[in-house]
Nanobody, 119 residues
Framework: QVQLVESGGGLVQAGGSLRLSCAASGSISSPNTMGWFRQAPGKRRELVARVTISGSTEYTNSVKGRFTISRDNAKNTVDLQIYSLKPEDTAVYYC?????????????WGQGTQVTVSS
């Protein structure tokens, strides 16, 4: 069983910064990808950023230059450093772990952490 636990959300003023952290535990095999998604009220869950076990990163266009994803493979953790927060960044942020299997991927989600940006 794999579990993901996020932390670091909160209420921040526009222009501020936050650091989200996610720790994965359980039976975690490689290769795998860790990432962050977010879901704003009334909107679909969307990819924010992801990083492979080899360190390759991918960001959605709206966060490029403001968000930085990083991971510690030894600790099975992934962080999201957020700068220059905007009100439109307000959402529940979810950590996701994708473990490659012979049939595709096994996907695991954290419970989510709320980020609220006030203008």
């Amino acid at each position: 069983q794999v579990q993901l636990v996020e932390s670091g959300g909160g209420l921040v003023q526009a222009g501020g910064s936050l650091r989200l952290s996610c720790a994965a535990s359980g039976s975690i095999s490689s290769p795998n990808t860790m990432g962050w998604f977010r879901q704003a009220p009334g909107k679909r869950r969307e990819l924010v950023a992801r990083v492979t076990i080899s360190g390759s990163t991918e960001y959605t266009n709206s966060v490029k230059g403001r968000f930085t994803i990083s991971r510690d493979n030894a600790k099975n953790t992934v962080d999201l450093q957020i700068y220059s927060l905007k009100p439109e960044d307000t959402a529940v942020y979810y950590c996701k772990l994708e473990i490659a299997r012979y049939f595709g991927t096994s996907d695991y989600w954290g419970q989510g952490t709320q980020v609220t940006v006030s203008s």
